[in-house]
């Protein structure tokens, strides 16, 4: 079964960054595209970045131009590099596949505030 591990978030001041890692336990893209999500509070799990294993990546337009999504299947590790960040990105952050089919990881919280 595969498992998914987030790390990465933390505290930040708006306007810093943070890089968020996931590991897989298999190979990234075999299982199809990978993605990155978040949810806040009384908020649904919403679709952040995706990328294919051809290193197409495709952004929501809340985080386009701040946000970059990349993966290394050497490692088994998708990244979630995010810049200029905003009150409004604090959300846990999760990985999994573009169907969410995987067991959903612990995700990892991130905190933008002054």
């Known amino acids: 079964q595969v498992q998914l591990v987030e790390s990465g978030g933390g505290l930040v001041q708006p306007g810093g960054s943070l890089r968020l890692s996931c590991a897989v336990s298999?190979?990234?893209?075999?299982?199809?595209?990978m993605a990155w999500y978040r949810q806040a509070p009384g908020s649904e799990r919403e679709l952040v970045a995706r990328?294919?294993?051809?290193?197409?990546?495709n952004y929501a337009d809340s985080v386009k131009g701040r946000f970059t999504i990349s993966g290394d299947n050497a490692k088994n590790l998708v990244y979630l590099q995010m810049n200029s960040l905003k009150a409004e990105d604090t959300a846990i952050y999760y990985c999994n596949n573009i169907y969410r089919t995987f067991p959903w990881g612990q995700g990892t919280q991130v905190t933008v505030s002054s």
């Open positions: 298999g190979s990234i893209f075999s299982f199809g595209s």
């Open positions: 990328i294919s294993m051809y290193g197409s990546p």
